[in-house]
Every structure is written in C-alpha cells, then in structure tokens.
C-alpha cells in the first residue's frame, strides 16, 4: 500500500508539471510539442544553398577578435547548414556538430540547434521543415506517415548507443534477462521478488506511443510481444519525468524504467538510480561498442531519399562517417561506429 501511494503522488505531480510544459499542438499534427531549446524553432533557418567546403583543416578556434572558425575539412555557415532537427537525447551532438563544421562557440550553438524529439523530428522531415534528424529508427507509425506522404527515408549509422533499464539505487536487484522483462511488462511478473528484489509489487513504468524510447521497447525488447496497457499514470511522456519517478523516494523498492544510456549517464544524471544489467552484462561505452550488451543499438542521421547527392546533407552525412566526423560524434557523448 505504501508504495502504491507513493506511486500515485509522483504520477499526480508528473501530471501537474508536464500539463505546465506541454503544447497545444496534438503529437499526430505535422507541427513540433516538445522542444530542447524553446528560444528558437528549427524553422527559422534560412534555405540551404550550395555547400562550402574547403580542402585544408582547420586548427584554431578562435582568432584574436574572438571570431569562431570552424575545426574540420568541410565547412559550413548557419546558412548552408542543413535544417537538422532530432531527438532529445542527440541534441549534445547536434551542438558539437555545428560547433565543428560550422565554427560556431558553445552559447551560439546551443542557440541556433533545435531539437523537437524523435516523432517530431519524424514528421518535420517528412513534410520538409527540417533536412536532417539525428534519431533511433522509426516507429511503424511513422513509416505509414512517411510512405502516405510519398517520402522515402534513408538512414544512414552514425553512433552507438544503448537501451538501458534502471531502478532505484535501493532496490537489491542488480540483473534483468529480457525474457523477464517481456513478462513484467505483460503483466505474467508483478512483484520483486521474482526476480531477485525485495517482496514489493512492481511498478512498470512506460512512455508514450512513438516516442524514441517506446519504439525501441517495442522493437528491441518487447520483439512483437504486446505491452499490457498501462494505466495512465503509468504513462510517462518525457525521459527526464520517468527518471524523476523511479529516482523518487517513495517509489525505491518498486518503480522499473528505462532509457537511453547517454541521457541517464550523461545529460540527466540522478544518483539514486542505477543500471540493471541484461542477461548478466552491464551497460558502459566498451560492452556497447563490442556488442556485448544486448540491447545496444545504432543511432542514425536519417533524410529524404530524394536530397541531392552533391547537396549540404548528404556532404555533412558523409563527413560524419569519417575519422574526423566520429570524433565530432564521440564528442557529443556517443559510442563511434569504428
């Protein structure tokens, strides 16, 4: 009983505040809901034009009038660079990009990218607001959207990273297989202890239809296996809230979750949660990059088939793949494809 008060407090005040902070724009509509950086839209850059390149490498920064030139071999201005848009979790990279290709600062930068999460960034590209998303893979949904607008994607591998499941740093249990996984969420499982915790009923948390993280769930984890519908409570509609759920207090014996490894590691740290490993293996930058870890996962810069091959994305798309590029990559906190 008492952890399910608890659950339901941090289900009313997750309610109250994502209430506060989310648009008025339904998530089906073509137009963004939820922004990284809500000071400007994605937009609002100007068309692209013919690309800038250049033959040598950059090697300074910054001049002596505190100008910013670009760091790598193919160059960009705010105007030639692509419309990007992507998930909330790439938003760090998408910065260090810009940063790279178009000599940008730290402040300018975090400025001028935006960021609307995967769906968004999904249906932006498909009706042709942005040029280039940094997301996971599709959902089902969105590749029906696609296909019905006459848009074909092309994905192309830029990163690693990893779907992780965390609980409290209270909870005993330290390893998950995914078998038991899929039975939590199907209902079959519903209390701690059959699965090496304590005696508390299970509070399984979800996020919402299409978002980057409930397609992985569905595709790497749950492989067709049909989630039990969730109360809506249980229904988080943001990565930082369901952190915020299962690092609560109230919820430390009962509440699982998951995310992406690079925002819980690296962009919303909480100390009371811990990674649980899959079928015995731990989550870290090695066990992703060599595969081990079984949900490990390739991130992607995805745009429209029909872009150019000598045009401003399919260069920046190809400069990511070099050594340079994935160094920019690795930068930005993802694991590098070499």
Known sequence: M???????LCGAVLAISLFACKGTNDPSTDSPTETVKPTES?????????????????????????????????????????????????YPMSVEIA???IGLSDEEAEEFIVHHTTANAYYNLIDGTADL?????????????????????????IGRDGFV?????????????????????????????????????????QREQNSGSQNLMEKMVMK?????????????????????????YENSHAALGYSIYLYAKDQYVKD??????????????DTIAEGSYPLSKIVYAVYRNDEPEDGAVRTLVKWLQTDEGQLTVEAGGYVGMK
Not at 135 to 150: F, Q, T, Y
């Open 165 to 205: 499941f965390i609980v409290n740093q209270d909870n005993p249990a330290e390893t998950l297989t995914i078998e038991e996984i899929q039975k939590i969420y199907t209902g079959e499982i519903t209390n701690w202890k059959e699965v090496g915790g304590e005696d508390a009923e299970i509070i399984p948390y």
């Open 42 to 90: 994605a937009t609002e850059t100007e068309p692209v034009t013919e690309t800038e390149t250049e033959t040598e490498t950059e090697t300074e920064t910054e001049d002596e009038e505190g100008k910013y030139h670009p760091t790598t071999s193919v160059t960009f201005t705010k105007q030639t660079y692509p419309k990007v848009d992507g998930a909330t979790g790439m």
């Open 224 to 248: 067709g296996i049909p989630l039990m519908k969730a109360p809506e409570e249980f229904m988080i509609d943001s990565m930082q809230g369901l952190i915020d759920c299962v690092a609560s």
């Open 99 to 101: 940063k790279a290709v």
């Open 2 to 8: 008492k952890n399910r008060i608890g659950f339901f």
């Open 272 to 285: 009371s949660i811990k990674f649980l490993k899959i079928n015995g293996v731990y989550p870290t930058d």
């Open 133 to 157: 998303i940094f997301v996971s893979e599709p959902s089902d949904d969105i590749l029906k959207r696609a296909a019905e607008a006459g848009v074909t994607f092309e994905m192309t591998g």
